[in-house]
């Protein structure tokens, strides 16, 4: 019963800044890390960041270093993904990806959401 669902994508200028939302809902008893993928035109899904429940710091592949920000709100069960200084190569559908248990006794399970547009262009 678990749902994963992205917010807050949409069209952004180059100099401009979105910062993107995923909620998750339904039974959820602890969710682990919290991960943001992406996928360009034409390519494979890719990896962009990941925030855990540790205090081991943030992860972010090299393309988005710098210029991404990944934070989560766990009191409401939120990912969110600050973009700024977006490039065109930016240009992806957006996914939220958040490993969560349901119960205290269960395994943790990765739950996907649908993805959310994000444009980057003048």
């Known amino acids: 019963q678990v749902k994963i669902m992205e917010s807050k994508g949409g069209l952004v200028r180059p100099g401009g800044s979105l910062r993107l939302a995923c909620v998750a809902s339904g039974v959820i008893q602890a969710i682990s890390t919290m991960r943001w993928y992406r996928q360009c035109p034409g390519r ?40 700024d200084s977006p490039k065109p190569e930016d ?11 349901q119960t205290a006794t269960s395994t943790y399970s990765d739950y996907w959401g649908q993805g959310i547009q994000v444009t980057v262009s003048p």
């Open 44 to 83: 494979e899904r890719e990896w962009v960041a990941t925030i855990s429940d540790i205090d081991s710091g943030p992860l972010y592949a090299e393309s988005v270093k710098g210029r991404f920000t990944i934070a989560r709100r766990n009191v409401a069960n939120i990912l969110d993904l600050q973009i």
């Open 91 to 101: 240009t992806a559908v957006y996914y939220c990806v958040m490993t969560i248990r």
